[in-house]
């Protein structure tokens, strides 16, 4: 399986360089050439299988033999999900006939993108071992320098899935004192040596431009091997894919509990996801596409709703239209930003009890609009790889250049086929909360899962009777305890640290922190930082070789 980039289609990449390059050079994101189909069997020889299991079954129909050896992918997979605390690494819990929760949060940080931050982590060093292992003696190793800003949500997760890794090393910048409590705890708690957070004086967006600057800074990038973990990265859609699998086997088999087998055979999941950079939902749609009987995928968006307003319009347009667009302020997918949120400073984006699906604009959106050209303009040009490639760059150079563009007609149909939107505000999620945790089985949902909640039972109502809703679950309550606190407040018997705060979290507050502050938001500091400790590790890589 070769790989191309959703703005160029010519050339074809390894899935190695594919995951080491993570967003193409053209700006476009990288796609498979072709989406795999499911094996014959797949319905009964997968039945039983773990979620490791699983994952190696599914991941291997997009990476070669001769690049990972199915035992080297399990090696990989295993040694990914053993740090989950659940042994179904993704378990389905039952809220009612109709609805489950898939809850993604059992990771190290308590939030979905362990799933994927977890395998990326382990693949990097396993590409990056491979490599140095075919190094001459005294011959320069290679290594990566992963550098992220966060405002708080997500760096954890990127830090949890590169800590302790050989020749990485990885930096998170922070706003000093912006982010929660909980949130900068989780991350400056992590002492391991290749791990750096810089805890920068300034706000969240100064973090990003530094970032920025780092990566536009050629000499320093190639010197340092720049990485990024962002959201955008193929190995992640990937991983995440697993899930959609696992889910509708555990639904199967909790429901068959009460259908016949015949029943069985006729019920179709509706996965509902709540979304910002549509990388989670994106992984349904390729399960869809390979065979999974998904009925339909519906976006959940809060009040950031590109999304929303997409699925209705067919535009996809950075600002609802009326408001005018800042077009200067329109940029490519940040490379570099480990956050889940891709915010680009036109302070459109609205602040909202979910943060991490705070956006402006969707970076893995781009995907599927690959393939939505591909299929729905198969009349004209864009029926050739090519052609869909330049229908997409064309779609981007606008939104680029104007904030905004328009899809035609068809385009939207089959988008509408597969897909149905919702965009869900933050009284509507506390109300949900509420209601979840008061009526049995008193379920604790974190705001983000809300949302979903919410778009589930908005669209149930035109479902088909056959179909099952379930709501994926991207963060453990307690990590967003301030809005679930807010909800459920006046709520008889809640008692936050008893019903929703996890023991891991229980003095994560008094632990040992390694931070390095930063006193003004300026690049040149933290390239300071960063040269520092790569002549440190580097000197200690060659000392421990002499030693050897
Ligand atoms: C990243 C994230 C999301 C959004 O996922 P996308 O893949 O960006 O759509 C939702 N909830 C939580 C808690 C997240 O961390």
């Known amino acids: 399986m070769k790989y191309f980039s959703t703005r160029g289609g010519e050339q074809l990449l390894s899935f190695e360089d594919t995951v080491l390059t993570g967003l193409a050079p053209d700006g476009g994101l990288y796609i498979p050439e072709h989406i795999p189909q499911l094996p014959k069997d797949w319905r009964t020889e997968w039945a039983h299988l773990s979620f490791a299991e699983l994952a190696v079954e599914v991941l291997s129909l997009y990476i070669d033999q001769d690049e990972i050896s199915r035992d080297d992918l399990r090696a990989l997979v295993e040694k990914s999900y053993a740090t989950f605390r659940h042994p179904e690494v993704t378990p389905l819990v039952r809220l009612d006939d109709k609805t489950y929760v898939l809850e993604l949060f059992h990771g190290p ?5 362990d799933v994927a931050l977890q395998f990326l982590g382990n693949l990097f060093e396993f590409f990056l071992a491979r490599r140095n292992a075919k190094k001459a003696h005294g011959e320069q190793r290679e290594r990566l320098t992963v550098v992220g800003a966060t405002s708080g949500d997500t760096g954890s997760a990127a830090i949890y899935g590169l800590r302790n890794k050989k020749d990485i090393s990885i930096f998170i910048l922070h706003p000093k004192g912006r982010v929660s409590p909980i949130q900068e705890a989780q991350m400056t708690t992590v002492t391991d040596e290749n791990v750096h957070n810089v805890a920068v004086k300034g706000t969240f967006d100064d973090c990003q431009d530094i970032v920025k600057t780092l990566f536009g800074d050629k000499e320093f990038n190639a010197k340092h091997r720049l990485g990024a973990v962002n959201s955008i990265n193929w190995a992640r859609i990937l ?4 899930y959609y699998f696992l889910s509708y086997f555990h639904l199967g088999r909790q429901l068959s509990a009460t259908l016949s ?7 179709r999941i509706q996965y509902v996801v709540p979304t910002g950079n549509f990388g989670d939902i994106l992984a349904g749609y390729f399960a869809k596409r390979m065979g999974l009987p998904i009925a339909r995928l519906v976006v959940a968006t809060n009040s950031n709703d590109i999304l929303a307003r997409f699925w209705r319009s ?7 239209s009326g408001a005018g667009v800042d077009a200067s302020a329109a940029t490519a997918p940040v490379e570099g930003a480990s956050d889940g949120a891709q915010r680009v400073d036109t302070g459109g984006v609205k602040e909202t009890l979910s943060p991490a699906m705070d ?8 995907r599927l609009l690959w393939y939505l050209a591909h299929e729905g303009l198969a009349e004209s040009d864009a029926e050739t790889r090519v052609g869909a490639c330049g229908t997409v760059s064309a779609w981007m150079q606008a939104v680029r250049a104007d904030g905004r563009t328009t899809v035609p007609a068809r385009v939207l149909e ?3 086929r597969d897909f149905l939107a919702e965009r869900v505000g933050d009284e509507q999620t506390l109300d949900t909360i509420r209601y979840y945790f008061e009526n049995a089985p008193h379920y604790v949902a974190d705001p983000h899962t809300a949302v979903g909640l919410t778009a589930a039972r908005v669209v149930a109502s035109q479902n088909d009777p056959s179909e099952v809703q379930v709501v994926l679950s991207t963060a453990h309550p307690a990590k967003f305890s301030e809005a679930v606190t807010r909800a459920l407040q006046g709520s008889p018997g809640f008692d936050f640290e008893g019903q929703v705060l996890p023991p891991e979290f229980k003095g994560l507050l008094e632990k040992e922190r390694r931070v ?3 006193d003004a938001p300026q690049p040149e500091l933290v390239k300071q930082v960063i040269e520092r400790f790569a002549q440190e590790e580097t000197s200690a890589t060659s000392s421990a070789r002499a030693s050897v």
């Open 109 to 113: 940080t308590f939030a979905f993108k």
């Open 261 to 267: 087998p015949s029943a069985l055979a006729e019920i």
């Open 239 to 242: 991983a995440q894919t697993v």
């Open 359 to 366: 956006i402006l604009v969707s970076s893995n959106f781009e």
């Open 516 to 518: 390095i502050d930063i």
């Open 314 to 320: 067919g535009a996809y347009e950075k600002v609802d």
């Open 414 to 416: 089959l988008a509408r």
